[in-house]
């Protein structure tokens, strides 16, 4: 473990029953560094994610949260620790019988001892920043998807968590609203000391976060740098798609 | 060769039988377990409860009674009423003839408090809340609403489990006092309507029989709070075993069947434990 890593995985393995879906997968993110994992459909990106937050527990290996194995952590532990991680879902998981306001505002009010006033300027500063005021009341089967997008990412950041998991951040989203959502990102990471984990494919993104990008083939995760190496023949389409564009 | 494909056959079907049993009760241990797991920890849970803990929890709460309690009063009524008039009516009339009036009003609490009234109104929490209550959470499940909770640093079991829980036994609770007064109120009324019977000695009877035996409307507010620990537990952990949109529908079905073969058996027990410890 190295002092200045926020997150590590170690010879992870995953599968459901005798499909597995990575083998001895290992990577770590360095304090502040945004890594970008892609890969092609069904590769078990999400469920990657999901095993670096620790909402999923591997076969064999460990995932390492600032030197702390999270195995070893208790119920309570982890819970405490994840007050310091965001987390947007591939869907957007937005708890559906709370208005986007209560959504937004669920972190702050489980783990802040905030005055109501206070919560109120944080969670309508995050909906102000994705242009999203207009929804505070709505539930979120009202909402647009791209709508349900932005406010899940504004929950996972409302409570200025240091450690980020992503999954497609960016997916079924308009170009402009692309945009904005990585200058957020990107004004939120230069505020703070915030590590990124996240599934991309998008090319614009990628290269305007500065993400190192890794690649999940055959059940292992590559680092995109090493298929400057090979042979063209050998570059998978996902890769060469992501090289160029970055 | 046909004779002794025939017995191989039936020598297979008695194995498969045999596996199919042993499968079945290795799954319903496992169960039980997980249920027996999920009771203990939420009741934890509650024990460690923190004030902002309390707070979120209290909405959940508040909405769980409003959709388990409020909302199921109608058809409580008119169960309450259906049965409570059907009891009067039958007890009222005959039991005159077999020169059995004075025991009017036992008939009514052992029938009506320690008996209809809590199971009635455990079918019906079981039938509209309990599966309510298992599509709720497979939902919330699948569509990863559980996870995003859980990384968010939210206990699932003090945001979803304990809350449903808690309502559940204080809706089971309290519409199991309800299903009593209108089922006996009612069911005198109807009954002086309809058979000519005086409300007021009716009535009368009834206090009697009760004041003599206390312990009845003890006996029927603990099998309430039993019932709706079980329906809760049973209703959650089906809830929460879903792990795709296949599994919704069936955690439901589950939370109704499971539910109700356990409040059966239960109430089977406690009444055949209260009669021999008399």
């Not at chain 1, 170009?175 to 599934?199: A, C, H, K, W």
């Not at chain 1, 290269?207 to 298929?227: H, P, Q, T, W």
């Not at chain 2, 460690?48 to 309690?69: C, H, N, V, W």
């Amino acid at each position: 473990m190295h002092m200045g890593e926020r997150i590590r995985l170690d010879n992870i393995s995953f599968g459901y029953g005798s499909n597995l879906l990575f083998q001895n997968v290992s990577f770590a993110v360095e304090h502040g560094g945004v890594l970008a994992v892609a890969g092609r459909s069904g590769s078990g990106k999400s469920t990657l994610l999901e095993l670096a937050a620790g909402l999923q527990t591997p076969l064999s290996g460990q995932v390492e949260w600032k030197g702390c194995d999270l195995h070893d952590m208790t119920r309570k532990e982890l819970l405490a620790e994840r007050h310091r991680t965001g987390y947007l879902f591939q869907t957007h998981a937005l708890i559906h019988n709370y208005p986007v306001f209560e959504n937004i505002a669920l972190p702050l009010r489980r783990h802040f001892s905030l005055s109501e006033q206070e919560i109120r300027e944080r969670v309508f500063g995050q909906l102000a920043r994705f242009g999203l005021m207009s929804i505070a009341t709505m539930l979120p089967d009202m909402l647009s998807f791209g709508q349900a997008r932005c406010a899940s990412l504004a929950r996972a950041l409302v409570a200025s968590p240091e450690l980020v998991f992503l999954d497609e951040p960016t997916s079924a989203l308009d170009p402009v609203t692309t945009g904005l959502v990585v200058d957020i990102l990107n004004e939120y990471r230069s505020q703070e000391q915030v590590t990124f984990v996240m599934v991309s494919h998008n090319a614009y993104m990628i290269r305007a976060m500065g993400c190192k990008v890794m690649i999940i083939e055959n059940k292992r995760l590559v680092d995109i740098s090493e298929y400057s190496r090979m042979d063209d023949g050998r570059v998978p389409d996902i890769a060469a798609y992501l090289r160029k564009a970055v | 060769m046909s004779t002794s494909l025939d017995s191989l056959f039936s020598r297979s079907s008695i194995l498969n039988g045999i596996t199919n049993v042993g499968a079945y009760a290795t799954g319903l241990g496992r169960d039980i377990a997980g249920m027996v797991g999920l009771f203990y920890d939420t009741v934890s849970v509650f024990l460690e409860l923190d004030r902002k803990g309390y707070q979120t929890a209290m909405r959940q709460i508040t909405s769980q009674i409003l959709f388990t309690g409020v909302e199921a009063l109608w058809l409580v009524s008119t169960i309450a009423l259906v049965a409570g008039s059907t009891t009067v009516i039958l007890a009222s009339t005959n039991m005159p003839k077999l020169g059995a009036s004075e025991y009017f009003g036992g008939i009514l609490v052992m029938v009506l408090i320690k008996e209809l009234g809590p199971f009635f109104t455990a079918l019906v929490v079981i039938g509209r809340s309990g599966s309510g209550l298992a599509t709720y959470i497979a939902g919330m499940k699948v569509s990863k609403e559980v996870s995003a909770l859980r990384a968010m640093g939210i206990d699932p079991l003090d945001f979803i489990v304990m809350p449903a829980f808690a309502g559940m036994v204080v809706s089971t609770v309290c519409l199991s006092v309800y299903f009593d007064v209108v089922g006996i109120l009612g069911g005198l009324t109807v009954s002086s309507i309809t058979a000519n019977t005086a409300f007021d000695i009716s009535i009368k009877r009834f206090l009697e029989a009760l004041a003599q035996k206390p312990w009845d409307i003890g006996l029927s507010l603990f099998k309430n709070v039993i019932f709706g620990i079980i329906i809760a537990v049973v209703s959650c952990y089906h809830g929460m075993a879903a792990s795709n949109p296949r599994e919704v529908p069936k955690a439901a079905r589950k939370a109704v069947v499971g539910s109700m073969v356990a409040a059966l058996l239960v109430n089977i027990l406690i009444t055949a434990l209260t009669f021999s410890l008399k």
